[in-house]
């Protein structure tokens, strides 16, 4: 019971939080879900403020204290009744901690992976979208913006590093994984957005460090729950899948000389994914959606040359059935059609922005 009462006894607080597009649902007992790093607790912590400190119990499940000594549901249950807890937080939950929830009026659950459990509304937490990450930023200049989220990614604990992002990030990298977690990651930084099988990614590591097959492959199967990691299907080259980190920035960090064109690439796929656009790949020519729209990381290229490359390629955009081709580029703006085909180039930060219009329709 003394542990229980030290958990209560804590009034976080979320200081300097920049409001999410994600509102959770005020009554319901819920499943808040997400990547580490994507400001899960932030979002908590700010958004129950508003209730009595005494009426709410915020339990860390990876507080140091927890480490050898340890509390069992028939306590908590008893504290709950005992001193009025109306809102129990869990955060940091593994599946199986407890054999049941716990009886209180409204529950919310934080973890890695979603749990499914039918008695939990489950509610997804992505890292920040490019819109997101402009409320953290101070500058006026679009342009300073994009050169900023280029460096700090869309973790919002670097979002708000306005100077240097490299001690923030390295503060991440050690904090969130462990020694072995951290070794694979820099295998996968190594072949990011190449196609690849677990089996591949294993004959890789153990190049490297020791390491055994059954480890890998079940680090691999988590990594891909939490979403660290996201293969994409390719309907033009067969055999493998794309595999891309779940954040551009911390990919490049965890890498030398990785091509901007890479890191532009990965984050159009990343903007897809968090605005639940579905689409694969089509090898080096771009990704589809499955409404037909053909998307084309072009950061640099003029109108003059994709014109020329359109050509060259039209037969392969009939074959896939294209409808219509939409270029993202750095800040480029131009459109032509051949034939029938519509084709239209825009600045990232007008296309990603353009998700969230749709959505407010």
């Known amino acids: ?98 054999e049941h929830f716990l009886n209180v009026d409204r529950l919310i659950v934080i973890s890695r992976t979603p749990l499914n459990d039918p008695a939990l509304t489950p509610v997804e937490l992505f890292p920040l979208d490019y819109e997101e990450f402009l409320a953290f930023e101070s500058s006026v200049s679009a342009t300073n913006a994009f050169n900023h989220f280029l460096k700090s990614g869309t973790l919002p604990a670097l979002a708000k590093s306005y100077r240097s992002t490299l001690l923030p990030m390295k503060s991440f990298w050690q904090s969130h994984f462990n020694a072995n977690e951290q070794k694979l990651l820099l295998i996968l930084a190594q072949h990011h957005t190449k196609h690849l099988t677990t089996h591949q990614i294993y004959t890789f590591a153990k190049e490297r460090f020791k390491v055994s097959k059954d480890w890998l492959y079940k680090t691999i199967k988590a990594f891909m729950e939490e979403k660290i990691i996201l293969f994409i299907d390719d309907r033009y080259q067969k055999g493998g899948k794309k595999m891309i980190l779940f954040d551009f920035a911390f990919a490049k960090y965890l890498t030398t000389g990785q091509p901007f064109i890479t890191q532009f690439d990965t984050m159009i796929a990343l903007a897809l994914l968090k605005h639940g656009i579905t689409f694969d790949t089509l090898g080096i020519h771009g990704y589809i959606t499955h409404e037909g729209e053909l998307i084309i990381p072009a950061p640099f290229e003029s109108e003059e040359s994709l014109w020329a490359k359109s050509q060259t390629k039209f037969s392969l955009y009939k074959q896939y059935k294209v409808k219509k081709i939409t270029i993202v580029t750095v800040a480029n703006s131009y459109e032509y059609d051949i034939e029938k085909l519509h084709f239209e180039a825009l600045p990232f930060y007008e296309w990603t922005v353009l998700f969230d219009e749709e959505e407010d329709e």
Do not use: C, W
Not at 56 to 67: E, T, V, W
């Open 1 to 98: 019971m003394e542990l229980i009462e030290y958990f209560h006894a804590q009034h976080y607080t979320s200081e300097k939080y920049t409001p999410r597009k994600l509102q959770l649902p005020d009554h319901e007992d819920i499943n808040l879900f997400g990547v580490r790093g994507a400001g899960k607790t932030s979002l908590v912590l700010a958004q129950i403020e508003e209730i009595d400190e005494e009426e709410r119990l915020y339990i860390d499940l990876q507080d140091p204290n927890l480490i050898f000594n340890t509390f069992d549901a028939v306590s908590l249950q008893r504290y709950i009744d005992d001193n009025g807890i109306t809102l129990l937080i869990l955060d940091g939950y593994e599946q199986g901690y407890f």
